[in-house]
């Protein structure tokens, strides 16, 4: 009866009879074995790793306990201790062509992909008709960018097991990469007519759908696949996407915190959370998980633009740059690269470096809404709204409903008397319920001010109040009062007398602290009128500093308590750096 539950998808049920049965024999090996096998397909990879710890405590040579072990400490994160229990799964059963797939799998995890292949093809060796290890060698091949021999592997596995869903799932994955949305919408389809709440279908589904600009759609099948799957990472990081996307940032917030609650280093997630933060204005917030997800995947190129974006916003441009180019020595085709420099390049009024960087984008990403828009911008700033125009029109002409038009039209309308046109433009496209709080915001102000540039001032003050009403300082003073509190206990008396110190000692550096609108801007400026003082402004070096020890002390905890990891080498090298 589990093994039916399990075959039609229904793992909770599965689950709760499988706990039943546990209790009732607690000294059967085989049923802690399922019990396990049942946690791991949902998920719960704690629950699954204490399973198969009691199966092997009832059944000491179970090599099968023991692989399972491995996998369950391997989806931890856990790759010494799931190296050791492959090891003892090997040692009791040196030809088990299962233990050689897991063994596989971790070597994957560490990115040794050919090593990875190798224990696949050993397993395969040993079994020539194992799915698992058939498709598990088709995600590789799929990862070193062989979709074809991909492609091979998982028709192979299917093949063997037509009823093998992970690799129809991972069919509809390959699929999905090659572009074809169609097909792989249709292999999700297929499973949900047999299994509605399959949680890799659900997913699959909701990311094609994610794709094609289906978000509530896309939402609604990843929050039913976490009904499945509640410990699942990636459902949450893509929900968090999504209503990042709608402007949902603080709810986009809390899912990526739980993708890094349940899924520490998962990078993509702390980049995801630093663009909810930014969003929310939390920009503090947003720097230290930018720098936590760069420390964790330097080449997440995404990160370097993210942060990029942050330092635009918080008035440092050359930070900016650098952050930029970052992203591009990592990916020299990332168009939001180019995007963002070409913005940042128009605040340094550097405009013909701006111009090119979106000219380069609209290469890369031939019909891009943002790099045509940009371009008309720097346009503008350089005197010339009726090119600008030139750019504009087209796009006016297809329809194409965007904010960043907008704002560039409602910029150039008053040279061109188009006022009243970008009016008619705005309106419409304030109907659209998608566009989110600081878009609506601009959208309105702008809409106040040719309101105003064309004497309709009562019209002009309901919009300016309407843009008011969207800006939300996204505070959550409960978040706030606890960082504040983590704080103080770090930095209490008890604490700085334990706390590591740094060899270096200088007095270089002044700083100015005060509370806001308390006189630190005008103590500065007097300050720097001496010859031998430089006034440096607001930066962001400390808060990056901050973001970075968690990073650097591989620290399960961030800031502030993962100071007390820190060696006097590291600090002595933060000193330096600053």
Not at 96 to 109: C, F, V
Not at 227 to 249: C, D, K, T, V, W
Request: charged fraction near 20%; glycine fraction near 8%; charge should be negative.
């Amino acid at each position: 009866r589990i093994s039916g539950l399990i075959q039609a998808g229904r793992l909770s049920e599965a689950r709760d009879l499988c706990t039943s049965l546990c209790g009732k024999t607690p000294q059967d090996a085989d049923n802690w074995f399922l019990m396990g096998a049942i946690n791991g397909q949902m998920g719960d990879y704690p629950a699954a790793e204490q399973c198969c710890r009691e199966a092997i405590a009832l059944q000491p040579d179970s090599a099968a306990a023991y692989s399972n072990l491995g996998s369950a400490l391997l989806l931890q994160n856990r790759l010494e201790e799931a190296e050791a229990a492959f090891a003892s799964a090997l040692d009791i059963n040196p030809g088990d062509a299962q233990t050689h797939n897991n063994l596989g799998n971790l070597l994957r995890n560490r990115q040794m992909l050919a090593e990875a292949a190798e224990c696949y093809r050993k397993a395969l060796a040993l079994n020539p008709d194992f799915a698992e290890a058939s498709n598990n060698l088709g995600g590789v091949l799929l990862m070193q960018g062989d979709l074809e021999a991909a492609r091979t592997h998982y028709e192979r596995a299917l093949e063997l097991q037509p009823d093998y869903l992970d690799a129809r799932i991972n069919l509809g994955k390959l699929q999905f990469r090659a572009g074809d949305m169609q097909a792989a919408s249709d292999t999700a389809e297929i499973i949900l007519a047999n299994m509605p709440q399959h949680p890799g279908a659900l997913l699959l589904l909701g990311t094609v759908q994610q794709q094609k600009g289906e978000l509530q759609e896309a939402l609604t099948c990843f929050e039913r696949a976490l009904q499945q799957q509640p410990q699942n990472a990636e459902l949450y990081f893509r929900s968090g996407l999504i209503l990042n996307q709608q402007g949902h940032s603080q709810a986009a917030a809390q899912s990526f915190r739980q993708a890094t609650g349940i899924k520490p280093d998962f990078a993509e997630a702390w980049n995801g959370l630093g663009a909810a933060c930014m969003h929310m204005g939390k920009l503090d917030i947003a720097a230290q998980a930018f720098q936590h997800s760069i420390s964790l995947k330097p080449e997440l190129a995404d990160a370097h633009v993210n942060l990029g974006r942050l330092y635009t916003t918080a008035g440092n441009p050359d930070s900016a740059v650098q952050c930029c180019q970052r992203a591009l020595k990592y990916d020299p085709d990332n168009t939001r690269a180019y995007l963002c420099l070409g913005g940042t390049y128009k605040i340094m009024a550097r405009y013909e470096e701006a111009e090119e960087c979106f000219r380069k984008a609209e290469q890369l990403s031939p019909g891009s809404v943002e790099a045509r828009a940009g371009r008309a911008n720097i346009l503008d700033a350089m005197g010339k709204p009726m090119k600008a125009f030139d750019i504009l029109q087209p796009l006016l002409d297809e329809g194409i409903r965007s904010t960043l038009v907008a704002n560039v039209f409602a910029n150039i309308s008053k040279d061109l008397d188009k006022q009243h046109e970008a009016i008619a433009y705005i309106e419409d496209l304030l109907q659209d319920q998608g566009i989110g709080a600081n878009a609506r915001r601009d959208l309105y102000f702008s809409l106040g001010k040719l309101y105003d540039n064309t004497g309709q001032y009562d019209a002009a003050f309901a919009k300016f109040s309407q843009g008011r009403n969207q800006v939300s300082d996204g505070s959550n003073p409960e978040e706030d009062l606890r960082l504040l509190d983590n704080i103080r206990a770090a930095f209490s008396n008890e604490q700085m007398k334990s706390l590591t110190t740094s060899t270096i000692e200088t007095d270089r550096p002044v700083f100015i602290v005060g509370m806001p609108r308390s006189g630190t801007s005008l103590v500065e400026q007097i300050l720097a009128s001496h010859h031998a003082v430089f006034g440096a402004g607001e930066l962001l070096y400390m808060g990056d500093i901050a973001a970075s020890i968690q990073g650097i002390t591989n620290c399960s905890s961030i800031y502030p308590a993962c100071i007390e990891n820190l060696t006097v080498s590291q600090l002595n090298e933060l000193s330096q750096g600053y």
